[in-house]
């Protein structure tokens, strides 16, 4: 069974700060799709940054980047010069390669951007 | 840029009542998918539909259905509404090979 962790419930950073969320996935599929979705209070699933798993880069957004561990099964984001817009809860997923592509989420983490 | 639209955006039923959801996809997008996440909760996938069939299914209680009509506008029916119902349930959209794009969500409360 396909499952996603984020061991990290809660996690502040300081305004212009760097801070890096961890997620660990289990999988059995050979080629699939990692993602981190933002959560803000309105509660509108936002799509930060995606990641093929058969891609040895690292996927990055501007201001947000992923280390992708494949063999350690590891999927970090790291927020760089935090802005208090960033305040929210983060979700991990992974999604297959199939057109079925349903999404298995973690736990997810809440970050606060203190000023 | 057209996005996924849900409709309504709030609900308040009682229970034992019955529960519509409606979700239109993104013009041009094949698959929808159905999540439930409870107050503090990931969510969870419900059920997808791929070309107007059912292509997965998971954690959806059998007072739950869904379809997919036509005009790729896809309906969640729930029935014999129970208090662990109340959640924010979000349809998704995708065309093959792109990333799912999530409508602002439906808050169904059941009291």
Known sequence: ?115 | AAGVIQSPRHLIKEKRETATLKCYPIPRHDTVYWYQQGPGQDPQFLISFYEKMQSDKGSIPDRFSAQQFSDYHSELNMSSLELGDSALYFCASTRTGSEQFFGPGTRLTVL
Not at chain 1, 24 to 52: A, C, G, H
């Open chain 1, 1 to 115: 069974a396909q499952t996603v962790t984020q061991s990290q419930p809660e996690m502040s950073v300081q305004e212009a700060e760097t801070v890096t969320l961890s997620c660990t996935y289990d999988t059995s599929e050979n080629n699939y799709y990692l993602f981190w979705y933002k959560q803000p209070p309105s509660r509108q699933m936002i799509l930060v940054i995606r990641q093929e798993a058969y891609k040895q880069q690292n996927a990055t957004e501007n201001r947000f980047s992923v280390n992708f561990q494949k063999a350690a099964k590891s999927f970090s984001l790291k927020i760089s010069d935090s802005q208090r817009g960033d305040t929210a809860m983060y979700f991990c997923a992974q999604g297959g390669s199939s057109n079925t592509g349903k999404l298995i989420f973690g736990q997810g983490t809440t970050l606060q951007v203190k000023p």
